[in-house]
């Protein structure tokens, strides 16, 4: 089920953009880059489906469009059930004479929380039905568009204005929800995490995303300077430091088989590689009180939890758990 | 009615003449989730699938919320779309209601009218639909199962009429009509295939600079949702209540040529007056009560009483005009309503009636009784009350109570 497809940057950069430029994302989004490595995955006719959030706030600002493809946008909670009801009429009418095209392709697209969160339940009832889509979690670790506030899919320790840094209260007490292994626990035929920085793998796995048959579940780190508090030139780096430290681990499920992709198999088979996750914190001010006497211990905490949910993946992919 | 085609006579409860209808209308897809007293349209429809007797997806989803969404994502893709639901689904259904009718989505919707939580009650009254009358959907309201069928036929071709372009809901009493088994008139499915024809499509201009049709296709690109500020916010919601208005011919048309086709007609589609020409005393109201009524009009008029009924079967868009026509000379009127307006001067029909009764130089005197709500009876003696009240309002010339609630115990 490996995607046989191959192709050369030139191929990439030659494909004309169907997530256009003209948006009006903040300078060094991550979010944004992530859209146009996507659609640069298309295999034909595709149908995109935004939840509420930056990505369809700043891409969709009538009269003007960013999206060469055709797209709809309908509310926050429910994008999954959006590609549903494409899917379905696209199937039906295809039997019925009145849908040309061979196949047509959906993605749909949300934030962290319009899937961690609000999204969670249309989300898990379109993928048990098994509409053939594939859903892309931008992950940018906060409700960006109404202003930075925490989600199920915020880190530890991060400061948002819902879980902010106080004189006591430390950011966020809770840890990021696993998302990614709840979806594959949905038992679906495709699940993946992705990062920006490693662009290829990026593109082959929304490739791979489409080409299975029935409901696909892609995860991307999409650094935020705005929400995150860092310079609008990190955000590729973070993207690649959230890697390295296994704070965001890249791996596939196929049907239910897990396994490492590349840059997190280096990592697994030569530990010594692996970074402090002190370096990646540092770069961001949404962790900053963490480099205080007072909250320091919260780092060892963190450092703790990303080495156990590691080890835990490398279990799942089989790679034995040596001293990573 | 010279050509009315021969028609086969089927015992259908109310929301079986719903799935039986939708069966005939060549639906693409349907998504729904089950909920009293909605459930045996999904269950009936449902079984039409596993039969094979229909060309649909069937998509049955975790939620209203979602089913909402699928329906309006579908028949923005192109799709004839349909769904039900009544109380506490159709609330849940809220947020996506508003979304439809801005995307200009013709889902067409069946709701079984039942109360809300709290306290729960799983009968009829008409508060869920009356709370989403200002949603941007047509809202048509039926009296029996033999018009549950006929409308909702009638309601595809409404809802996907360009000038239209808008969702529609068709309401019936929960119980009352949707399960209480009826000989139902249906059409033979050719006629009823041949008198919706497909789906049509208006022409717009897309951000290539091309026209096509409207709709979500690889073939000519649209975005469609968008966000859209104050400076254009405010006229395409203008566009949605001209194409409201757009239905009120719409919707007289399609029943003019639906009723050449089966000889069955619902006063002129808007409003059904029922002896009302020379009527001093008369009722309003929606839905099956209807039924009831005209019983006890027809006793009073043998009785000498000059009593009339006024039936409002399309509530939004609201038929003005035909509302004014009706009462403009009726020197009584009761509205009765089967909804609370919480903290309001009456109920949602109420306020409606007397508000476009207001501009006139003549009209009647107007009261209000709230009725059968959480499902509770209207037998008619009560409704005799009604007029017997409304002959004392006349004989006194005062009215002791501007809102009145029957059958109470107070
Ligand atoms: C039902 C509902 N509740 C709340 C909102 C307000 N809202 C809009 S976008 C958003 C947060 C989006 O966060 P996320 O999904 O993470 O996307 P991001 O903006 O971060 O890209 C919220 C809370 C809404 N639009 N709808
Ligand atoms: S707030 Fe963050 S995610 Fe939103 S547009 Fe700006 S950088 Fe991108
Ligand atoms: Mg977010």
């Known amino acids: 089920m490996q995607s046989e497809w191959k192709f050369t940057s030139k191929d990439i950069a030659e494909k004309p953009d169907l997530f256009m430029s003209g948006h009006r994302a903040c300078a060094g989004c991550g979010a944004t880059t992530v859209l146009r490595l996507l659609m640069k995955a298309t295999r ?138 709840i979806m594959a626990a949905h038992e679906i035929p495709y699940v993946a995490t992705a990062s920006p920085y490693y662009w290829r793998d990026l593109i082959i796995k929304t490739r791979r995303g489409l080409e299975v048959e029935g409901p696909a579940f892609l995860h991307v780190f999409a650094p935020c300077p705005r929400g995150w508090r860092t310079d609008t030139a990190k955000s590729m780096e973070l993207a690649k430091l959230a890697v390295e430290t296994c704070v965001f681990p890249l791996w596939e499920c196929i049907n239910g088989e897990y396994q490492l992709s590349a840059p997190s198999k280096a990592i697994a088979l030569s530990p010594e590689k692996k970074k402090p996750v002190r370096e990646y914190l540092q770069l961001q001010g949404r962790f900053r009180h963490l480099f205080t006497p007072k909250f320091e211990k919260l780092i060892d905490e963190i450092q703790k939890i990303t080495d156990q949910r590691w080890q835990r993946l490398l279990k799942k992919c089989g790679v034995s758990a040596s001293k990573t | 009615m010279k050509n009315v085609i021969k028609q086969k006579v089927v015992a259908l409860n109310g929301n079986e003449a719903v799935a039986y209808a939708v069966k005939q209308s060549d639906v693409d897809v349907v998504a729904a989730y089950p909920i009293t007293p909605q459930t045996i349209i999904v269950e009936r429809f449902s079984e039409y699938v596993a039969n094979g007797e229909v060309e649909t997806a069937f998509v049955c989803t975790e939620s209203e919320h979602s089913a909402m969404t699928a329906c309006l994502t579908a028949a923005l893709t192109g799709a004839r779309t349909f769904t039900a639901t009544a109380s506490a689904g159709l609330a849940l259904m809220h947020e996506m209601l508003f979304v439809t009718a801005g995307c200009r989505a013709p889902v067409v919707m069946a709701v079984a009218n039942r109360a809300l939580s709290a306290p729960l009650n799983i009968h009829g009254d008409q508060s869920d639909a009356m709370a989403q009358r200002d949603s941007g959907w047509i809202q048509l309201y039926v009296e029996n199962a033999q018009e549950v069928y006929d409308t909702v036929i009638q309601a595809f071709k409404i809802a996907e009429n360009p000038n239209v372009l808008l969702p529609a809901m068709v309401c019936f009493d929960g119980f009352i009509v949707s399960h209480s088994l009826e000989n139902v008139n249906v059409l033979p499915d050719d006629a009823v295939k041949a008198f919706l024809g497909m789906r049509q499509f208006p022409t717009v201009l897309t951000h290539d600079g091309v026209k096509a049709p409207f709709r979500l296709d690889p073939e000519h690109p649209m975005t469609l949702g968008p966000a859209a500020f104050p400076n254009y916010y405010f006229e395409i919601k203008r566009q949605q209540v001209e194409a409201l208005k757009n239905a009120l011919s719409v919707i007289r048309q399609v029943h003019d040529e639906y009723a050449e086709l089966s000889g069955r007609s619902y006063g002129n589609g808007l409003i059904e007056a029922y002896r009302l020409e020379d009527a001093e005393v008369a009722t309003v109201c929606l839905g099956s009560t209807a039924g009831t009524t005209k019983i006890v009009v027809d006793e009073l008029r043998e009785e000498g009483v000059k009593a009339g009924l006024l039936r409002i079967r399309t509530f939004r868009p609201l038929p003005v005009d035909d509302i004014r026509r009706a009462l403009q000379d009726v020197k009584a009127v009761a509205v009765l309503d089967k909804c609370i307006s919480f903290g309001g001067f009456g109920g949602p029909v109420f306020h409606e009636v007397r508000h476009v009764l207001y501009d006139l130089d003549k009209r009647p005197v107007l009261v209000n009784y709230i009725y059968g709500l959480g499902g509770r009876d209207v037998p008619p003696w009560q409704i005799r009350q009604v007029y017997e009240d409304l002959k004392g309002i006349l004989k006194e010339e005062k009215v002791k109570e501007p809102v009145n609630y029957l059958g109470l115990r107070e």
């Open chain 1, 44 to 181: 034909g006719p595709t149908i995109v489906t935004t939840a509420t959030g930056c990505m369809q706030i700043v891409s969709s600002m009538y009269p003007y469009t960013s999206w060469a493809v055709p797209w709809v946008h309908t509310a926050f909670e429910n994008v999954a059930a959006n590609a549903a009801g494409i899917e379905a009429a696209i199937k039906i009418m295809k039997k019925k004479g009145r849908v040309k095209h061979s196949h047509v392709d959906v993605i749909a697209i949300a934030g962290d929380g319009g899937t961690y969160d609000i999204g969670l339940q249309a989300l898990s009832g379109a993928m048990e039905r098994g509409h053939d889509f594939l859903f892309v979690l931008y992950d940018n670790e906060a409700y960006m568009n109404t202003g930075i506030q925490r989600s199920g899919g915020t880190p530890l320790g991060a400061a948002t204005t819902t879980s902010p840094a106080g004189t006591v209260v430390p950011g966020k007490l809770e840890t990021k929800k696993p998302i990614t292994e």
